[in-house]
C-alpha cells in the first residue's frame, strides 16, 4: 500500500514537473520559434541562446507589483488564475507517458492514473478551465475583461461540441475504450488513427487551437480591441498564471493529439527496432525510448502551434462562430457518419 | 475624363470553394513562414558586432590641439554662430603668461559646451571653424542617464594628450581648399555692402 502511494506520488510530481517545465520552455521556444520565422534571433542575452530567459521572465512576474482593483471581486479575482491552472495541471493525470516499466515483477504504468473515462474526463476538465477565464474576467469589473471572457467562454463551448463529435468518431475506430492507455494501445499494430481519421484530426487541430485560446483565435485576450482581454486588470504573477496555464494547456493538448491521431509512445516498426535491440518486453529501456518517441510528437505538436501562430491573423468574431457552427460542426458529424458507415461494414461495430 | 490612371473596378465576385475553404490559403500562408526558418537572421549583435560606418562619419566632437598640444581653440564663436540647433556655448578668456604650451592663441575658451540632445551632427561648426579646432569624427555618443550629462564639456571634447585623434579622413586637402574659399566668403558677407546670405 506504501508502496503504491509512493509510486502514485512519484508519477504526480514528475507529471506535475514535465508540464511545468515544458510550460516554461515553450514560452522561450515560442519567442525564439517567432523570431526564426520572422528572420530574427529572439531571446540570446540570459544564458547560452538564451535559455536561462524562462527563469528571467518568472523572476520578473514575481517582482512586479500585485494590483487587486479596488471595484473586483477580490475572491473571484483570486479564484480565476488558481482555477484555470488547477485544471490545466489537472488534465495531465490520465495521459500515458510510456509503456509500463516492470521492477521486481511489478508493473509500473507510467501514468498517473488509467480512468475508463480518460477522454470523457480531459473534455470535462478542460472545460471547467473556461470557468477560470470566466471568473477571472468578470471579477476584474472591467468592460474589456468582461468582453474577453464572454468571448472565450462562447468560444470554447461551440468548439468543444466540433471536438467532442470528432472525438466520437475517432472512438469508433479506435476500439470504443474511452480509456487514453486503450486507445493508445490500439496503435501499437498497424496504422495509427490519423490514417482512419484525417479529416478528424483536423478538425480536432482546429478545435484545439480554439480551445487554447492560441492564435488565429485568441479572440479573448486579443491586445488590439481588448488591451488584453480577460486579463487586462491582472498583474504580477495571477498574470503570469494564466499566461503559464495557457502553454501547459499547448503542451497536454498537443499531447493529446500526439496519442489519439500519432500513436503515443508507439512508432513504425517498434517490435522490430526493440528485438534488434534486444530488449525484453517490459524493459525501462522500452519504456524511455517510448517516452522519447511520444515527447518527440509532442514537441513537434507544439511547433505546429507555433507556426500556425506567427502565420495566421486573427479571425474576427463572427468568421470564428461561422466555422465553429457552420462549417467545423456538419463536418464532425459527416465524419461520425462516414466513420459508423465504414466501421459498419468492416464489421467492428454491430447494431 | 480619365485623371489618372490608378483606376480599380471594386470587385464584389463571390469566393470560390477553395477560397472560403481557408485551408489552401493557410497552407501557402504557412509555407512562406516556413521558407523563413531557413533564411539568415539579419541582426547585428551590436556591442559585439558593430555596423561599419563610414570613415567621414559626423559622430561626436573633438576640440583638436596642435601639434605642441596647445588647444587650437580661441573661442571667436564662429562655430555657436554657425550652428543650427545652437547646441554650443563658450565662454573666452585671455591667455596668462607662462600658458603658451597650453593654449596656442592669446584668446582661449574658458569653458567649451555642446548639448549633444541639441546637437544635429551637420558638421557646421567644422566648416565654420578657421583654427580647425572643432572635427566631428566617427565615435558615437554614448546613452546617458541624466540628461544633464548630456552636455559635454572641456573634460569630454578637447583630445586627450595621450590619445589623439586622427582626423585626416575629414582634413583632406580639398577640404581644405574649400574651407579656405567658404571663409573668403564669410569675410566677404561681413564686409560687404549687402547680406545676400542665400548667395554663397
Known sequence: ?351 | MQLTNRKVVVSNKEQSLAERLYLPAIAKGMMITASHLFKKAPTIMYPEQKRPIAPVYRGQHVLKRDENGAERCTACGMCAVACPAEAITMESAERKKGEENLYREEKYAKTYEINMLRCIFCGLCEEACPKEAIFLTDRLVDAEFERNDFVYGKDKLVEKMDKRIDVTKRQTPEVLAFKKIQGLKHNELYNGPKLNKGHH
Open chain 1, 1 to 351: 500500500m506504501t508502496g503504491l502511494i509512493i509510486y502514485k506520488a512519484i508519477m504526480c510530481v514528475a507529471v506535475f514537473a514535465v508540464s511545468l517545465g515544458v510550460a516554461a520552455y515553450s514560452t522561450w521556444w515560442e519567442r525564439k520559434f517567432a523570431a526564426f520565422l520572422q528572420d530574427r534571433k529572439g531571446p540570446s542575452r540570459a544564458g547560452k541562446w538564451g535559455l536561462l530567459q524562462p527563469l528571467a521572465d518568472g523572476g520578473k512576474m514575481f517582482m512586479k507589483e500585485e494590483i487587486i482593483p479596488n471595484v473586483s471581486n477580490r475572491a473571484l479575482f483570486i479564484l480565476g488564475p488558481s482555477l484555470f491552472m488547477i485544471t490545466s495541471l489537472m488534465t495531465g493525470s490520465v495521459i500515458p507517458w510510456g509503456k509500463p516499466v516492470v521492477i521486481n515483477g511489478q508493473s509500473y504504468a507510467l501514468q498517473i492514473t488509467d480512468i475508463n473515462i480518460g477522454v470523457i474526463y480531459v473534455l470535462g476538465v478542460a472545460s471547467v478551465g473556461v470557468y477560470g477565464i470566466m471568473i477571472g474576467g468578470w471579477a476584474s469589473n472591467n468592460k474589456y475583461g468582461l468582453l474577453g471572457a464572454i468571448r472565450a467562454s462562447s468560444q470554447m463551448i461551440s468548439y468543444e461540441i466540433a471536438m467532442g463529435i470528432a472525438l466520437i468518431a475517432l472512438i469508433i475506430t479506435a476500439g470504443g475504450s474511452l480509456s487514453l492507455k486503450d486507445i493508445i494501445e490500439s496503435q501499437d499494430a498497424g496504422y495509427c488513427n490519423f490514417v482512419y481519421q484525417p479529416l478528424g484530426f483536423l478538425i480536432f487541430f482546429i478545435c484545439a487551437l480554439a480551445e487554447t485560446n492560441r492564435a488565429p483565435f485568441d479572440l479573448a485576450e486579443c491586445e488590439t480591441e481588448l488591451v488584453g482581454g480577460y486579463h487586462t486588470e491582472y498583474s504580477s504573477m495571477k498574470l503570469g498564471l494564466f499566461l503559464f496555464a495557457e502553454y501547459i494547456n499547448m503542451f497536454i493538448s498537443s499531447a493529446i493529439m500526439a496519442g489519439f491521431y500519432f500513436g503515443g509512445y508507439n512508432f513504425p516498426f517498434a517490435t522490430e527496432v526493440y528485438a534488434a535491440l534486444g530488449l525484453q518486453e517490459g524493459s525501462w529501456m522500452i519504456s524511455l525510448i517510448g517516452f522519447g518517441v511520444y515527447f518527440a510528437k509532442i514537441v513537434g505538436f507544439i511547433c505546429l502551434f507555433m507556426w500556425v501562430r506567427w502565420t495566421l491573423p486573427r479571425f474576427r468574431y463572427d468568421q470564428l462562430m461561422n466555422l465553429g457552427w457552420k462549417t467545423l460542426l456538419p463536418l464532425s458529424l459527416l465524419n461520425l457518419a462516414l466513420t459508423i458507415v465504414v466501421e459498419y461494414f468492416r464489421g467492428t461495430i454491430h447494431f
